[in-house]
C-alpha cells in the first residue's frame, strides 16, 4: 500500500520560511519523479514544483521560482520542499504526489502523477 505523508505545515509571518517533508513507503522511491502542488480556498489545485527520480532535473511553477527549493533524499524516501520568503498568497493545503517516471522529462500536470499525500496547511499571515 503505498502512502505519502506530508509534515512541516504551519503557521508563519510573510516573509518567513517553512520547510515541507514528505516520506513515501510501499513503492520504489527512486522510480518515481515526486511533484508538490497546492491547493487555496476556492481555487484549483496547481503545480509548484517537481523532481526527477536522480533528483537532477527540476522545475518550478513562476510563482515560486527563486523563494523555493525542491529536494529529495532517495536513501530517505523523502521529498522536500524548502520556502522562504514566503508570501500570503502562498497559502493553501500542500500536497505531494509521486509519477512513476525514471526519464528526465518532468511533469507539471496533476493528472499525470500516481499518488497522492493527504496535504498539509500552509498559511502565511501578512
Known amino acids: 500500500q503505498v502512502q505519502l505523508v506530508e509534515s512541516g505545515g504551519g503557521m508563519v509571518q510573510a516573509g518567513g520560511s517553512l520547510r515541507l517533508s514528505c516520506a513515501a513507503s510501499?513503492?520504489?522511491?527512486?522510480?518515481?519523479?515526486m511533484g508538490w502542488f497546492r491547493q487555496a480556498p476556492g481555487k484549483e489545485r496547481e503545480f509548484v514544483a517537481t523532481?526527477?527520480?536522480?533528483?537532477?532535473?527540476?522545475y518550478y511553477a513562476d510563482s515560486v521560482k527563486g523563494r523555493f527549493t525542491i529536494a529529495r533524499d532517495n536513501a530517505k524516501n523523502t521529498v522536500y520542499l524548502q520556502m522562504n520568503s514566503l508570501k500570503p498568497e502562498d497559502t493553501a493545503v500542500y500536497y505531494c504526489?509521486?509519477?512513476?517516471?525514471?526519464?528526465?522529462?518532468?511533469?507539471?500536470?496533476?493528472?499525470?502523477?500516481?499518488?497522492w499525500g493527504q496535504g498539509t496547511q500552509v498559511t502565511v499571515s501578512s
Open positions: 504526489a509521486a509519477e512513476l517516471n525514471r526519464d528526465y522529462l518532468v511533469q507539471s500536470r496533476s493528472s499525470a502523477y500516481d499518488y
Open positions: 523532481i526527477s527520480w536522480t533528483g537532477g532535473v527540476r
Open positions: 510501499g513503492l520504489t522511491f527512486s522510480s518515481y519523479a
